[in-house]
């Protein structure tokens, strides 16, 4: 499975960014999808993750209100919609996928990666 993050880029506090993971290689729809993000010097933290149905998602504490993770099976991608960003969420954006339905909040559950995209608030 290959996985192409994009959508990141410079904003300002109080703005809005949506990110995309677009997979190839094989049909992710059987499965969770995952975001996680990653500040310099700070480990890779769970920020969303959603079922292989879409009827369920799950957030970090931190983006719970602000950020909307969703899917597209038909296409083969998963969104996260940023709203009110903070500084605070400025890190390199990943997406991941497990090679089961589990939807899990640990890295170490999934087994595929995108590239990361950057995203950058300011204040």
């Known amino acids: 499975v290959q996985l192409q993050a994009c959508g990141g880029g410079l904003v300002q506090a109080g703005g809005s960014l949506r990110l995309t993971c677009a997979a190839s290689?094989?049909?992710?729809?059987?499965?969770?999808m995952g975001w996680f993000r990653q500040a310099p010097g700070k480990e890779r933290d769970f920020v969303a993750a959603?079922?292989?149905?879409?009827?369920?998602?799950y957030y970090a504490d931190s983006v719970k209100g602000r950020f909307t993770i969703s899917r597209d099976n038909a296409k083969n991608t998963v969104f996260l919609q940023m709203n009110s960003l903070k500084p605070e969420d400025t890190a390199v954006y990943y997406c991941?996928?497990?090679?089961?339905?589990?939807?899990?909040?640990?890295?170490?559950?999934?087994?595929?990666w995108g590239q990361g995209t950057q995203v950058t608030v300011s204040s």
């Open positions: 959603i079922s292989w149905s879409g009827a369920n998602t």
């Open positions: 290689g094989r049909t992710v729809s059987s499965y969770a």
């Open positions: 991941a996928a497990p090679n089961n339905e589990v939807v899990a909040t640990t890295p170490m559950w999934y087994d595929y």
